[in-house]
Nanobody
Framework: QVQLVESGGGLVQPGGSLRLSCAAS????????MGWYRQAPGKQRELVAA???????NYADSVKGRFTISRDNAKNTVYLQMNSLKPEDTAVYYC????????????????WGQGTQVTVSS
């Protein structure tokens, strides 16, 4: 069993900043990739940012230059620093872990967190 627990969501004014955290726990040997997705009402879930165990990153065009993803492999934790927030960033943000391997070599493609609400409004 693997659990992903997000924290750091909330209400922030346009132009403000917020930092999301997601910690993976359970029977984990390695996690190949971790990332953040978001979904607004009536819209499809989209990738916001992702990072591999080696530190390679990928961002949605809409957040480049404003958001930064980082990772602590030893703690199986991923972070999303969100700056210069806009109303269109409002969504439920979900943590994702891909390519999870347990100490016995059992593989599962991905796990998801429960989601945390981010609201950008004045």
């Amino acid at each position: 069993q693997v659990q992903l627990v997000e924290s750091g969501g909330g209400l922030v004014q346009p132009g403000g900043s917020l930092r999301l955290s997601c910690a993976a726990s359970g029977s984990i040997f390695s996690i190949n990739g971790m990332g953040w997705y978001r979904q607004a009402p009536g819209k499809q879930r989209e990738l916001v940012a992702a990072i591999t165990s080696g530190g390679s990153t990928n961002y949605a065009d809409s957040v480049k230059g404003r958001f930064t993803i980082s990772r602590d492999n030893a703690k199986n934790t991923v972070y999303l620093q969100m700056n210069s927030l806009k109303p269109e960033d409002t969504a439920v943000y979900y943590c994702n872990a891909m390519g999870v391997v347990d100490p016995l070599g059992k593989f599962r493609y991905d796990y998801w967190g429960q989601g945390t609400q981010v609201t950008v409004s004045s």
